[in-house]
Nanobody
């Protein structure tokens, strides 16, 4: 019952920046932990970052210091600000919503991020 719509993907040069956004609907946003995953060519899907309903954040070592996750509860959105992008960041990025009280995961359709060297 949670719908997620991602936006902001595209093509960017190495060293550049991109901001991804995910809009959630269908449930109370405040009860959800929100995250971003990515899947590069020939790779497994991996967790990039998440932000809990209480605002606690986690980042994968590969993006720590370059990416920032944030949420806007008034707009039911979560964003991923990506700076100093590298070719290795090229992947399809997926928005994830996790309901903790009654465990359940929801996924967006994904948005392509391509970083050119």
């Amino acid at each position: 019952q949670v719908q997620l719509v991602e936006s902001g993907g595209g093509l960017v040069q190495a060293g550049g920046s991109l901001r991804l956004s995910c809009a959630a609907s269908g449930s109370s946003f405040r009860i959800l932990d929100m995250g971003w995953y990515r899947q590069g060519p020939g790779k497994q899907r991996e967790l990039v970052a998440y932000i809990s309903k209480g605002g606690n954040t986690y980042y994968a070592d590969s993006v720590k210091g370059r990416f920032t996750i944030s949420r806007d509860n008034a707009r039911n959105t979560v964003s991923l600000q990506m700076n100093s992008l590298k070719a290795e960041d090229t992947a399809v990025y997926y928005c994830n919503a996790r309901q903790i009280a009654v465990p359940r995961d929801y996924w967006g359709q994904g948005t392509q991020v391509t970083v050119s060297s």
